[in-house]
């Protein structure tokens, strides 16, 4: 506690006197000399916040990574569902992709419930990215000088890659849009309005599906550390046998999802799915 | 037996200066001296042949003040679970290159070689770190009962001695190892309910300004912690700041 000076003026007597439970503020009288013959007395140093929001803090900006993630792991294990419909055959997978757009009908028009269901996570990618690029700008700028040696004790791989992780799910998500719903792109120049014969056609090239198989990597690894993040950021692991379920979870999880979409494109590999 | 060692130590003369990493030979270390008396040994060498001595901040050298601070060889508080005062030079082989920086975070600004300020953890303490009661002669005990899981629980976070390892160690620079460490010890007991949401939101909106980042529960800290503190806490932390927007804060 180098600098520490009690009687700066941004510490106003009607705070202090009741402060308890700070006790190592007391600093040795010799460590304060020290520093003020190294620094000089800091007297117009940094500042307390006054009219503090909650809503404005990095663990808000959390928050909003956690329920937007929530989101998206509902997302992809209803999509992985119906992605392993796929071994049903031709027609189940495309019955199921057009069950779909008939959810709610005639309460909604075709398609209605898709659409919501989009717009939904649409609205949750946006505040999902914009809440990681605020956070990871924060994090460049709270060590701007790197250590020469660090190592990353107590940290998983998967914690350290969630950044471009993220960032290599967000590229093949743009990927995968344009090749199975926006554009309907066909690699073997196919009929696109199949579904199921534009996923066979698809998987066939063997590079688009190790393309595939490396975003499964990257989203099992992304989710075995964002399902245990979220349960830590939304406050349910406050016990070591909570914090343990937690992560169990988000490992089994990850796998789960993370093997259930490569079986499909795996199954076109070995001819099990085919047209 | 003695041990020789190559030290690379951060070298910076004041705050506004730049530093270098600068590498010293050490011969005749003995395994049990610590890791700070090693350091004086060093600093004895460099005065005798005139060279101004490595500055590194330590006050108890037991353990408890927090103030030895060091990253050693990528590790704050370098390979043990403990203080860097409480480490000793038997946890090092024969001819090994030690590195040792200081605390690597902007808002732990270098005062000088490996001393850092970090008066950012004061003004997180100012901001809630305390609980307001009338003082004068001591309450009865007994008046305020706290269930003993309370208490216990209270007790082990409050063994932060707010050194800044977790800052240390975190890739993102958060504090909220430290943050969850007062949020819980304070939150435990019945004395720190009625401030419990302003704390928690004036503490964390402190921290943000003071420019620590975000966590992203990696666990870095917990593991470099010399006193344990659990990353339940930082669960605490959150669930905490969750109530308090609830409470509309």
Same mark, same amino acid.
């Given at each position: 506690?180098?600098?520490?000076t009690?009687?700066?003026?941004d ?6 006197s009741h ?7 007391? #600093?040795p009288?010799?460590?304060l ?7 000089g ?8 916040v006054?009219g ?6 990095t663990?808000a ?5 956690a ?7 509902g997302?992809?294990?209803a999509?992985?569902?119906g992605?392993?419909?796929?071994f ?37 990618l ?7 690029v605020?956070?990871w700008?924060?994090?460049?700028k709270?060590r701007?000088t ?10 998983t ?10 960032v ?9 849009l344009l090749n199975?719903?926006? #554009?309907k ?9 199949d579904?199921?014969n ?6 066939d #090239? ?19 550390h ?16 909570k ?5 169990v ?8 999802v993370? #093997? ?7 199954g ?8 | 037996?003695?041990?020789?060692l190559t030290?690379?130590i951060?070298r910076q ?7 270098a990493?600068h590498?010293?030979q050490?011969? $005749? ?10 350091? $004086?040994v060093?600093?004895?060498?460099l ?7 490595? =500055? ?6 037991e353990g408890i ?6 990253m ?6 370098? /390979?043990e ?5 409480q480490?000793h030079?038997?946890?090092?082989k024969?001819?090994?290159?030690i590195?040792i920086?200081p605390?690597?975070?902007d ?12 008066s ?5 303490v ?13 309450p009865?005990?007994?008046s ?20 800044? =390892? ?6 993102n620079?958060s504090?909220?190892l430290?943050?969850g ?15 419990r949401?302003s704390?928690?939101?004036n503490?964390v ?6 420019g620590?980042?975000?966590?992203t529960?990696i666990?870095?800290?917990t ?5 344990e503190? /659990? ?7 959150n669930? $905490? ?9």
């Amino acid at each position: 506690m180098a600098c520490v000076t009690p009687e700066r003026e941004d510490n106003a007597p009607s705070e202090t006197s009741h402060q308890l439970g700070a006790s190592w503020l007391c #600093v040795p009288r010799y460590r304060l000399h020290v520093a003020t013959q190294l620094n000089g007395p800091r007297l117009s140093g940094p500042t307390l916040v006054k009219g503090a929001r909650a809503s404005r803090t990095t663990i808000a900006l959390k928050l909003g990574m956690a329920l937007s993630g929530m989101v998206f792991l509902g997302f992809v294990l209803a999509h992985m569902y119906g992605n392993l419909k796929a071994f049903a055959g031709h027609d189940a997978f495309n019955e199921y992709a057009e069950h779909l757009r008939e959810i709610g009908e005639p309460m909604l028009p075709h398609g209605g419930l898709l659409w919501i269901l989009r717009v939904g996570l649409i609205a949750s990618l946006v505040v999902h990215v914009y809440c990681a690029v605020v956070l990871w700008r924060r994090a460049a700028k709270a060590r701007t000088t790197k250590y020469v040696v660090k190592k990353d004790t107590g940290a998983t791989r998967a914690s350290l890659m969630m950044r471009w992780g993220g960032v290599t799910i967000l590229v093949f998500l743009v990927w995968h849009l344009l090749n199975f719903t926006i #554009v309907k792109v066909n690699p073997q120049g196919g009929e696109t309005n199949d579904p199921y014969n534009l996923m066979v056609d698809t998987f066939d #090239v063997w590079w688009l599906t190790v393309i595939y198989l490396v975003a499964m990597l990257a989203l099992g690894a992304h989710l075995h550390h964002g399902i245990w993040s979220a349960a830590q950021t939304l406050g349910w692991t406050g016990t070591a046998a909570k914090r343990q379920r937690a992560k169990v979870t988000g490992f089994v999880i990850a796998l789960i999802v993370s #093997v259930g979409f490569s079986l499909v494109p795996l199954g076109v590999l070995a001819g099990i799915i085919t047209k | 037996m003695s041990m020789n060692l190559t030290l690379k130590i951060w070298r910076q003369p004041d705050a506004s200066s730049a530093g270098a990493m600068h590498t010293y030979q050490l011969a $005749d270390v003995s395994p049990d001296m610590s890791f700070l008396e090693m350091l $004086d040994v060093l600093n004895e060498q460099l005065n005798d042949k005139g060279e101004d001595p490595i =500055a590194f901040d330590h006050d108890c050298r037991e353990g408890i003040c927090g103030s030895c601070g060091l990253m050693i060889n990528g590790d704050a508080h370098g /390979p043990e679970v403990t203080t860097t005062c409480q480490l000793h030079m038997r946890s090092f082989k024969d001819g090994e290159t030690i590195t040792i920086e200081p605390w690597r975070a902007d808002a732990f600004p270098v005062v000088k070689d490996l001393i850092v300020d970090r008066s950012a953890f004061d003004r997180i303490v100012q901001q809630g770190g305390y609980i307001s009661v009338n003082t004068g002669s001591a309450p009865e005990a007994h008046s305020v009962p706290v269930p003993r899981d309370d208490a216990l629980r209270a007790f082990n976070v409050a063994t932060c001695i707010g050194c800044g =390892a977790c800052v240390a160690a975190c890739p993102n620079g958060s504090a909220s190892l430290f943050m969850g460490a007062k949020i819980t010890h304070l939150g435990e007991l019945p004395q720190g309910q009625p401030e419990r949401d302003s704390r928690v939101v004036n503490m964390v909106a402190q921290h943000d300004h003071e420019g620590f980042g975000g966590c992203t529960n990696i666990g870095a800290c917990t593991a470099a912690c010399p006193k344990e503190i /659990p990353l339940d806490v930082i669960s605490q932390l959150n669930k $905490d700041l969750r109530t308090a927007i609830r409470h509309g804060h």
